[in-house]
C-alpha cells in the first residue's frame, strides 16, 4: 500500500470515527422528531377514511390514547436521561394545551393549521420589501399595525381597489379622525413593549429617572 492510499485511509477512518459520535445524538433526535411528526399527523386528521369521521370526538379519543401510550413508553423504551426530560416537557404541554388543540373538527371553515396565516404574513412583507428595499417590515409594521393586512384583503376581494375606494367614501370625518389617533398610539404601545422584552435593563432604568425627575420637580 502506497503512502499516498494509507494517508487517504486513515483520514477516512478519522472521519468514519468522528461520526460514531454523532449516531447516538442523532438517533435521540430522531426519536424525539418523531413524537412531533405523530402528534401532527393525528390532529391533521389524514388517517381518516372520510371526511365524515372526523370530528372532536374521534380525533380526541385517538390523540388521548397515542399521549397515554407515549407517556408509558417511558418505562419499557430505555430512553436516556435527557430523552426522558424532553418526553416529560412535551407531555406537558400537550396536556396544557389540550383544550385549545382539539376544537376545529366541528366548525365548518375553522382552519385547522395557520399555514394560510403564515402565508399571508410573508406575502406582506416580500410586497414591502419590494417596495421599500428594506429587509426589515418593523417600522412598517409599528406605524400602520393591522392595517397592512386589512389593506391586503380588501384589495384582492372583488373589485379591487375600486371597490375599496367606494368603501372609503362613506367613512365619516370623525370616524378618521378616530382610527389616525388610535394608529399614532399603536406604535407607542409596540415600542413600549419591543423595549421592555429585548432592553429591560435600560428601559427600566429609564422609567426610574423619569420617575426620579417627576418626584424632584414635584
Known amino acids: ?3 499516498t492510499v494509507r494517508m487517504k485511509l486513515d483520514r477516512l477512518k478519522e472521519l468514519v470515527g468522528r461520526r460514531t459520535h454523532w449516531q447516538e445524538p442523532v ?19 389524514t388517517w381518516a377514511d372520510c371526511e365524515e369521521a372526523l370530528t372532536n370526538a374521534t380525533v380526541a379519543e385517538r390523540f388521548d390514547r397515542w399521549c397515554s401510550q407515549l407517556a408509558e413508553s417511558r418505562q419499557v423504551e430505555g430512553y436516556s436521561e435527557h430523552e426522558q426530560q424532553c418526553l416529560e416537557h412535551f407531555l406537558q404541554i400537550t ?5 385549545h388543540l382539539i376544537h ?3 366548525v365548518v371553515g375553522l382552519p385547522r393549521t395557520n399555514n394560510d396565516m403564515e402565508r399571508s404574513i410573508r406575502s406582506l412583507k416580500t410586497r414591502y420589501r419590494r417596495i421599500s428595499g428594506r429587509k426589515n417590515w418593523n417600522s412598517y409594521l409599528l406605524r400602520y399595525g393591522s392595517r397592512v393586512a386589512y389593506y391586503d384583503c380588501l384589495v384582492q376581494q372583488q373589485g379591487g381597489e375600486a371597490h375599496l375606494e367606494e368603501r372609503l367614501t362613506h367613512v365619516s370625518h370623525q370616524q378618521w379622525r378616530a382610527s389616525r389617533a388610535q394608529s399614532r398610539m399603536s406604535p407607542s404601545e409596540s415600542l413600549k413593549r419591543w423595549r421592555f422584552r429585548h432592553k429591560r435593563d435600560l428601559y ?14 414635584s
Request: aromatic share 10%; charged share 25%.
Open 1 to 3: 500500500m502506497s503512502r
Open 27 to 45: 438517533a435521540s433526535l430522531k426519536r424525539m422528531r418523531d413524537w412531533v411528526f405523530k402528534a401532527e399527523h393525528i390532529l391533521s386528521g
Open 95 to 99: 396536556h396544557n394545551l389540550r383544550p
Open 104 to 106: 376545529c373538527y366541528d
Open 204 to 217: 427600566l432604568r429609564t422609567l426610574e429617572l423619569r420617575w426620579a425627575q417627576t418626584i424632584s420637580g
